[in-house]
C-alpha cells in the first residue's frame, strides 16, 4: 500500500489533485518538511497536493507506476478529479513521466523538478541527434525508458499539446547538462531556473516559481 500525506477532497468535483513524487532516498514526508505541501494550500485553493512514497527500487522496476493507477489516480478519478497534475523531483520526475507516457490522456499537466531523464547514453544520443527538436534517434520500443523519451520527444514537439510539461532547474545541477537538452526544448514560459545545485533548497525555490507560473493551467474552474 502506498503511503500518502495529505487529504483528497470528499467532494472533489471541479477540483484538480496534485500528486507529488519524491527524489531517491526521500520520503513523501519530506513535500510535509519542505513546506511544499503547505505552498500549493496557501496559493492554490482549488488544488489537493497529495504526496506519496517511492523508493529506488520502486521507480526503477516500474512497481509505482501500478501503485499509483490502483492506490491514488483511480480512487481520484471515482471521486470526481476535474485535473490530476504529477510533480517529480529528480527521479520522482522520471517517474512522473514514465506514468504520464503510459496514460495516454490521463495526466492534465506535469511539474517537474530537476527531472532524471533516464540512462546517459539515450540522453546523449537525443544531444548528438541535435536535441528534441531536430529529430529523435532511433528507439527501442520493448524498453520502457525508451517509450518515455519518444513520447517526451513528441510532446516536446507540440508544445499547446496536453499535457503541459513545467521544468525547474537550478544552474548549478550536476545533472543541468542532461536536463537542458529538455529545457531548451520547451516554451521558456514553461522553464524556471535559479542559482543552486541538486539540493532541497534549490529546489524548493524552483517549486514556487512553478507553482505561480503553472497556476492558471491548475484550476481552480471558472
Not at 471541479?14 to 513535500?31: K, N, Q, V, Y
Not at 518538511?33 to 496559493?43: F, L, Q
Not at 480512487?75 to 504529477?86: D, F, I, S, T
Not at 496514460?103 to 539515450?122: E, F, H, K, N
Amino acid at each position: 500500500m502506498m503511503r500518502c500525506f495529505g487529504e483528497p477532497a470528499a467532494d472533489a468535483r471541479g477540483r484538480t489533485l496534485l500528486i507529488l513524487l519524491p527524489p531517491a532516498r526521500a520520503s513523501a514526508e519530506a513535500f510535509v518538511t519542505h513546506g511544499w505541501i503547505d505552498a500549493v494550500r496557501r496559493r492554490l485553493p482549488g488544488v489537493d497536493p497529495v504526496a506519496v512514497d517511492a523508493d529506488v527500487d520502486r521507480y526503477t522496476h516500474g512497481t509505482v507506476l501500478d501503485d499509483l493507477e490502483t492506490g491514488v489516480i483511480e480512487p481520484a478519478r471515482a471521486a470526481g478529479y476535474r485535473r490530476l497534475w504529477l510533480a517529480g523531483v529528480s527521479l520522482g520526475g522520471f517517474g512522473s513521466l514514465r506514468y504520464a507516457a503510459q496514460s495516454g490522456d490521463g495526466i492534465s499537466g506535469l511539474l517537474l523538478v530537476a527531472p532524471y531523464l533516464g540512462a546517459r547514453p539515450d540522453i546523449k544520443a537525443i544531444r548528438a541527434a541535435g536535441g528534441w527538436n531536430h529529430g529523435f534517434p532511433p528507439i527501442d520500443a520493448t524498453d520502457a525508458d525508451h517509450r518515455m523519451l519518444s513520447w517526451l520527444a513528441r510532446r516536446v514537439a507540440e508544445p499547446d499539446r496536453a499535457p503541459p510539461i513545467f521544468v525547474g532547474l537550478g544552474d548549478d545541477d550536476r545533472f543541468a547538462p542532461w536536463i537542458r537538452i529538455l529545457t531548451e526544448a520547451l516554451p521558456p514560459e514553461r522553464v524556471r531556473t535559479c542559482t543552486g545545485g541538486h539540493d532541497w533548497t534549490t529546489w524548493t525555490t524552483l517549486w514556487h516559481a512553478l507553482l505561480d507560473q503553472a497556476a492558471p493551467m491548475l484550476g481552480p474552474d471558472p
